[in-house]
Each structure stands twice: as structure tokens, then as C-alpha cells.
């Protein structure tokens, strides 16, 4: 699972106000080759909860990103190929993410993260 | 036996290996999926300029719509509630994200932030109760309401269904209007029992432009690009298909006149008693008879 997965992901659990940013356990991370393209991360940059992000990145164990962020960094390549590398290349392979209020575990297994909810948290 | 795999088990137990297997090794179902997910992401109608969206794939089981939402250069979030399937999809080492979810319980994504949503085959499973806790109003309600509101303003949701009936299809529109979307179905094929192919195409607040038009629809001849003629010709010759095959063997080889008149030259020589030949020898009975 890569972090702009992450980044989309909340918590579903019923009675839940705010399940946004999951927590994220760590056993396993891998990197993979992404095509980079500057277009995409352009249109994305708008939707990225960017402190989630960085966050999420850190505990990945990637420490590269500013703390914080605006529009105007987008012209600098080097930011870019940073965002690219968080955003699409980290993937977490083997852990759990974690609801930010009830502590209730989604466990992660070969990249996939298992969301289904058992029938009281509906 | 119903061949509905909808009225057999629970789609998580109902694509169990086996079934998984199936989709990766069938090239005639990996077709036609390729060809259904080519056609909803042209409904989709996503603004031609070349930028990657991300997209959401409903359903996405071993990621067969998936690779045609990557080919043409988009990110994907696919979301399946099988784990047989998507251990499939892992293997086939598909470019998007997979997640295992009950599109019922509602999707769980924070809003606003995807670009468009496809769908195969999918949404008709909701109509279903297959647990006691099951109730296809509320899951129905979840899942359109979950979607509208991950959607961005003026995106669009293709779901192409296969509605058991009438209500069905109705159940599934009603929630979809409900939940806020405009839209409604485009039929391909819709004189075509086999082609026939229904999707819902929904947007994100008011329509953007007029609904798009399903394949050929109003006398145009469902005989687009590819079809090699096979499939059209098995509908117009639906008598002959149903005749059984004995009865066509009998008409050809039938027994005439020479051949009773050989038999029974046959019959003499050997010394029995036989008619005499007359014109009314293997004369055809009258009809009525």
C-alpha cells in the first residue's frame, strides 16, 4: 500500500467523527520504481492532507519532507521528486494501520490492507 | 441450477481460488472484461489533457479493469472484498493500490478526493442479504452515499451492473439518485439479449453535459468493430437451434419408393410371399392421417 493510498484511507467505524490520519504500524517497507510524472503530482498536490503525509512518511522512515508545504514549492524539482518518492514509490507491506480514536487495528498483509469491519462497527 | 453467481453464495466465499483461478487463466472472460472496463472508462468522459487521475476501482477482484485503468496512465485505488481474488491481483502484479473492503459497509475514504469511480459487475452483489445483519436498503444507502462524497464536484461514477430484473434496477438507481447523484443508464446493445451490457453513469451534482448514448441503440445494427458474426447469426437462428437433431437426419436420408421396391425384389428372390408391385406401393399417406 502506497502513502497517497494512506492519505485517502479514514477510519469507517461507526459512532467514528474523525478517523483521519490512520496510524500506521510498521513491520515491513519496500520501495518500488515509479514512473515519475509531474502532471499528476501537480493535480494532486491540492487533494494531500500534507501533514498526514509527512507524518505517515516519517514513521515509513522516510525523513526528506518539508514540515510544511505550499503551492509555490511545486516549481522546484527537487521537492517534487521528493513528493513522487513519499507519495507513490513507499509502500508498507507488512503491518497495521490504526483508527485515530478507537485504536481499533486494520491489519496489513502483502501490501493489503484489510478493512473489512465486523458487524457491531457498522 | 441458477447461473447466476449472485444467488449461489456470498461473493467472499464464492470467488474462492478456484473461481480466482479462473479470471487469470479464462481468456474469454479476461476479454470481456477488458472490453467492459475499455467501455466505462470512455463513459467516464475524464477531461483529455493527458494528466494521471486517481481512480477508484469498485470491485476490482484481480485487477483486470485495473490494467486498463492503467494503460491509460491513470493511479488507482482498487477495493474488493475477496481475498482469493486479490491475492490473484497481487500475482499478476498489478500498478494499483488494493484493498480489502465491503463496498456495503461503505467506502472510507476521506472526501472529495478522487477523480472518478468504475465498477464491473459489481453493485448488483449488494441487492443480496447473505448475513443475517445484511440488509440491502442500508448497504445500498452506505455505499452510494460513502461514494458521492469521496467523489469530487463534477466527477463522474461508472457502474456497470447486471440488475437481476426490474426492481433490481429501479432499487439500485433509486439509492444513486437518492444519495445525490444526477445521471442514469446507458444500454449497450439493448436488442441483443447476449451483448446487452447496462451502465449507470452517475455525476457528482448537475449533469455536465447530456447522458451519453448506449452502443447501438434505435436500428443501428449491434454489428460494431468486432463482431465476427458469430454471436449475431446464433440469434436470428434460434428455430433451427431448437429443432431437435434426429428429426433433421430422418427428412434427408427419408426411405422412397426405390428403396421399398430394392427391399422387396430382395424379399422374392429369397422365396417369400410379397405383395405385387402397384402404384400404390410406398405411395406418401395423406397428411391428416
Not at chain 1, 58 to 87: C, Q
Not at chain 2, 104 to 120: E, F, K, N, T
Not at chain 2, 173 to 196: C, E, N, Q, W, Y
Not at chain 2, 262 to 289: L, S
Amino acid at each position: 500500500m502506497r502513502l497517497l493510498t494512506h492519505n485517502m484511507l479514514s477510519s469507517n467505524i461507526k459512532g467514528v467523527t474523525n478517523g483521519f490520519p490512520l496510524l500506521i504500524e510498521v513491520e515491513k517497507v519496500v520501495e518500488k520504481q515509479v514512473d515519475f510524472n509531474e502532471d499528476f503530482l501537480r493535480n494532486m498536490f491540492a487533494k494531500i492532507e500534507w501533514k498526514a503525509l509527512v507524518k505517515a512518511s516519517r514513521t515509513m522512515g522516510y525523513t526528506e519532507l518539508p514540515e510544511n508545504s505550499e503551492a509555490s514549492m511545486l516549481n522546484s524539482d527537487e521537492f517534487l521528486r521528493k513528493f513522487h518518492h513519499a507519495l507513490l514509490e513507499l509502500h508498507l507491506e507488512e503491518g497495521a494501520l490504526v483508527c485515530p480514536e478507537t485504536g481499533r487495528k486494520f491489519p496489513v498483509n502483502k501490501g493489503i490492507p484489510n478493512m473489512l469491519l465486523h458487524e457491531d462497527e457498522v | 441450477m441458477t447461473s447466476r453467481p449472485e444467488l449461489q453464495a456470498p461473493p467472499e466465499i464464492f470467488y474462492n481460488d478456484d473461481e480466482a483461478r479462473k479470471y487469470t487463466s479464462s481468456s474469454r472472460i479476461i476479454d470481456i472484461q477488458a472490453k467492459l472496463s475499455e467501455r466505462a472508462v470512455e463513459l467516464l468522459a475524464l477531461p483529455n489533457d493527458d494528466v494521471p487521475r486517481l481512480l477508484l476501482d469498485i470491485g476490482c477482484g484481480s485487477g483486470l479493469s485495473g490494467e486498463t485503468l492503467s494503460e491509460n496512465g491513470h493511479q488507482w485505488i482498487g477495493l474488493d472484498i475477496s481475498q482469493s481474488m486479490l491475492d490473484v491481483a497481487l500475482e499478476r502484479e498489478v500498478e494499483g493500490d488494493l484493498v480489502l473492503g465491503d463496498m456495503g459497509q461503505g467506502l472510507g475514504l476521506r472526501p472529495g478526493v478522487i477523480d472518478g469511480a468504475i465498477s464491473i459487475s459489481a453493485v448488483q452483489w449488494l441487492c443480496n442479504a447473505d448475513k443475517s445483519s445484511h440488509e440491502p436498503r442500508i448497504r445500498l444507502k452506505a455505499f452510494f452515499g460513502s461514494l458521492y462524497r469521496c467523489l469530487g464536484r463534477g466527477a463522474r461514477a461508472v457502474l456497470q451492473v447486471y440488475p437481476e430484473n426490474l426492481a433490481q434496477r429501479e432499487l439500485i438507481l433509486g439509492f444513486a439518485m437518492r444519495a445525490g447523484f444526477s445521471g442514469g443508464i446507458v444500454v449497450d446493445f439493448p436488442h441483443s439479449t447476449k451483448r446487452r451490457k447496462e451502465y449507470l453513469v452517475l455525476t457528482c451534482g448537475p449533469p455536465s453535459s447530456a447522458a451519453p448514448r448506449g452502443k447501438g441503440e434505435d436500428g443501428e445494427s449491434c454489428s460494431d468493430e468486432d463482431s465476427s458474426g458469430d454471436e449475431d447469426n446464433q440469434s436470428v437462428c434460434i428455430s433451427d437451434r431448437h429443432r431437435p437433431r434426429k428429426k433433421q437426419r430422418l427428412n434427408k436420408k427419408m426411405k422412397g419408393r426405390e428403396w421399398v421396391l430394392k427391399k422387396k425384389e430382395q424379399m422374392r428372390r429369397k422365396g417369400n410371399a410379397v405383395p405385387a408391385d402397384t402404384k400404390y406401393t410406398a405411395r406418401k399417406r395423406k397428411a391428416r392421417f
